[in-house]
């Protein structure tokens, strides 16, 4: 193994797009440790540890602690996977939008300047609420330490920079690192939390936060990380194998085809997509719950929205509802995106390709969408089990503040409806991102190694065998 890691740096290329990812990676986390001028970080601290529980916590899990100390990158990348949400929903119902991007690469270039543009705008649209939450002055809050007006211009100039910079990086690394570079930078945000979730956890085990119980919970939950993970990484490796069988036929004095092979469709192709677009739209209710404007009351202090908004707060049961229907949405959606089974079909009757049994064609095509159909399904189930496993852990599901029928719950164990308290890194929603995008990563940089004719990392990756030249 460590021969084959050591590969990676005998390459000249790998070698460099490995470099450079870490070195951006690096400046990534240097400008976390630039905080926004003006604020009063260990209130601002305080205030977040009283609000964990809550979708501050994921926001804060996205961003690296980002957000927790209002960093100069506190929006994280969160503006441009919206942005790119909308986009892709735009070029499914919008006809013109949808003839750009089928134009080739000019196409997708102007769609990507557009989603850019739209970032900028989101940046500005969240900074901006942020600012004027912080300084409330019907709450009198004290976590800025300038005055409002000096403070607000600053804080979208400053927030919005950092997310133009960011969405910059990643695309830097897509283009000259080893790819990914959206995913790799939530990757990171995630990965530098966990010695802080170790310590939380160990300051528990230390304190007998459970009681009696802490050493057996303790246990249950390191023996639960490791099963969640061996799931994610049995299910992401899984795959519906469809036989496809290729005619003979003469082409000059050759006979080609008459092969046999199989289309592998794999059980969750949108990987942590449909996780991170939910979560993104989600976002937006606790965007609206702390908007305030020119002194008023924060929206959920107020008659009309306060019990809407509270309702669909994480942990309670409508928003649990919400996050499910969107999983199982995007789910399909991104499969309906980057999964076209017509042109398969097509490019299989062109090259005399045919699933045995099934005509070539239209009823090619609608096998193939039958079966992604059923597997897309199974896969967003396991992704809503994935993401309901951190809500346990945390704060539970709050099925006893059902209007009517809520006295019922009342009977469960304490921790369903009240959750245990746990961090969010010990989540499946974390570590269904960790470990997707890890397994991504090794698998650009094992098809590197193969294309270069050196082994991969995997037993049965095998060196492919140049044809010499001389």
């Not at 969107?326 to 309906?336: D, E, K, V």
């Not at 852990?393 to 059902?402: A, D, K, M, T, V």
């Given at each position: 193994?460590?021969?084959?890691?050591?590969?990676?740096?005998?390459?000249?290329?790998?070698r460099?797009?490995?470099?450079?990812?870490l070195?951006?990676?690096?400046?990534?986390?240097?400008?976390?440790?630039?905080?926004?001028?003006?604020?009063?970080?260990?209130?601002?601290?305080?205030?977040?540890?009283?609000?964990?529980?809550?979708?501050l916590?994921?926001?804060?899990?996205?961003?690296?602690?980002?957000?927790?100390?209002?960093?100069?990158?506190?929006?994280?990348?969160?503006p441009?996977?919206?942005?790119?949400?909308?986009?892709?929903?735009?070029?499914?119902?919008?006809?013109?939008?949808a003839?750009?991007?089928?134009?080739?690469?000019?196409?997708?270039?102007k769609?990507?300047?557009?989603?850019r543009?739209?970032?900028?705008?989101?940046?500005?649209v969240?900074?901006?609420?942020?600012?004027?939450?912080?300084?409330n002055?019907?709450?009198?809050?004290?976590?800025?330490?300038?005055?409002?007006?000096?403070?607000?211009?600053?804080?979208?100039?400053?927030?919005?920079t950092?997310?133009?910079?960011?969405?910059w990086?990643?695309?830097?690394?897509?283009e000259?690192g080893?790819?990914?570079?959206?995913?790799?930078?939530?990757?990171t945000?995630?990965?530098v939390?966990?010695?802080?979730?170790?310590?939380?956890l160990?300051?528990?085990?230390?304190?007998?936060?459970?009681?009696a119980f802490?050493?057996?919970?303790?246990?249950?939950?390191?023996?639960?990380?490791?099963?969640?993970?061996?799931?994610?990484?049995?299910?992401?490796?899984?795959e519906?194998?469809?036989?496809v069988?290729?005619?003979?036929?003469?082409?000059?004095r050759?006979?080609?085809?008459?092969?046999?092979?199989?289309l592998?469709?794999?059980?969750?192709?949108?990987?942590?997509?449909?996780v991170?677009?939910?979560?993104?739209?989600l976002?937006?209710?606790?965007?609206?719950s702390?908007?305030?404007?020119?002194?008023?009351?924060?929206?959920?202090?107020?008659?009309?929205?306060?019990?809407i908004?509270?309702a669909i707060?994480?942990?309670?049961?409508?928003?649990?509802?919400?996050?499910i229907a969107?999983?199982?949405?995007?789910?399909?959606?991104?499969?309906?995106i980057?999964?076209?089974?017509?042109?398969?079909?097509?490019?299989m009757?062109?090259?005399?390709?045919?699933?045995?049994g099934?005509r070539?064609?239209?009823?090619?095509?609608?096998?193939i969408?039958?079966?992604?159909?059923?597997?897309?399904?199974?896969?967003?189930?396991?992704?809503?089990?994935?993401?309901?496993i951190?809500t346990f852990?945390?704060?539970?599901?709050?099925?006893?503040?059902?209007p009517?029928?809520?006295?019922?719950?009342?009977?469960?164990?304490?921790?369903?409806?009240?959750?245990?308290?746990?961090n969010?890194?010990?989540?499946g929603t974390?570590?269904?991102?960790?470990?997707g995008v890890?397994?991504?990563?090794?698998?650009?940089?094992e098809?590197?190694?193969?294309?270069?004719?050196?082994?991969?990392?995997?037993?049965?990756?095998?060196?492919?065998?140049?044809?010499?030249?001389?």
């Open positions: 193994m460590f021969e084959k890691f050591a590969n990676i740096f005998r390459i000249p290329d790998l460099k797009r490995v470099l450079f990812t070195g951006l990676l690096a400046v990534y986390r240097l400008g976390s440790f630039i905080p926004t001028p003006g604020i009063n970080a260990d209130l601002l601290a305080q205030f977040f540890n009283q609000n964990s529980s809550s979708l916590g994921l926001g804060d899990l996205f961003t690296g602690g980002n957000l927790r100390r209002l960093t100069i990158f506190a929006l994280g990348i969160m441009y996977i919206t942005a790119s949400i909308i986009f892709q929903l735009l070029t499914v119902i919008y006809e013109p939008l003839k750009l991007q089928k134009e080739g690469e000019l196409g997708r270039r769609i990507t300047q557009w989603t543009y739209v970032t900028v705008l989101l940046a500005i969240q900074s901006f609420a942020i600012a004027l939450t912080l300084t002055t019907a709450t009198g809050s004290p976590m800025v330490t300038i005055p409002r007006g000096a403070f607000i211009p600053m804080c979208v100039l400053t927030l919005t950092g997310t133009a910079f960011i969405m990086l990643g695309e830097q690394i897509t000259r080893i790819g990914n570079g959206m995913s790799l930078l939530i990757f945000g995630i990965v939390g966990l010695p802080r979730g170790i310590r939380e160990y300051d528990k085990a230390t304190t007998a936060a459970w009681g802490t050493p057996v919970a303790i246990v249950l939950l390191v023996a639960g990380m490791v099963a969640v993970v061996a799931f994610i990484v049995y299910v992401e490796r899984s519906r194998r469809i036989p069988q290729y005619a003979k036929r003469i082409v000059g050759k006979m080609m085809g008459g092969q046999s092979t199989h592998p469709l794999k059980v969750n192709s949108g990987g942590v997509m449909p991170i677009f939910a979560s993104s739209i976002s937006a209710p606790l965007l609206l702390g908007m305030t404007f020119f002194g008023s009351p924060k929206l959920s202090d107020t008659t009309f929205f306060g019990p908004l509270r707060a994480p942990g309670e049961p409508w928003y649990e509802i919400l996050q969107a999983i199982i949405f995007f789910a399909y959606f991104y499969i309906s980057v999964f076209r089974p017509d042109d398969i079909a097509d490019n009757r062109k090259y005399g390709g045919f699933i045995p099934i070539p064609g239209k009823r090619t095509a609608d096998f969408n039958d079966v992604l159909t059923r597997i897309t399904l199974v896969g967003a189930a396991y992704l809503i089990i994935i993401t309901i951190p852990l945390i704060s539970g599901i709050h099925f006893n503040h059902l009517l029928i809520g006295g019922i719950f009342d009977k469960l164990p304490t921790w369903t409806t009240n959750g245990l308290g746990v969010f890194y010990f989540g974390s570590l269904l991102i960790v470990v890890a397994m991504d990563t090794v698998q650009q940089i098809s590197q190694l193969i294309m270069r004719h050196y082994d991969g990392f995997s037993p049965k990756s095998g060196r492919i065998r140049g044809r010499k030249s001389w």
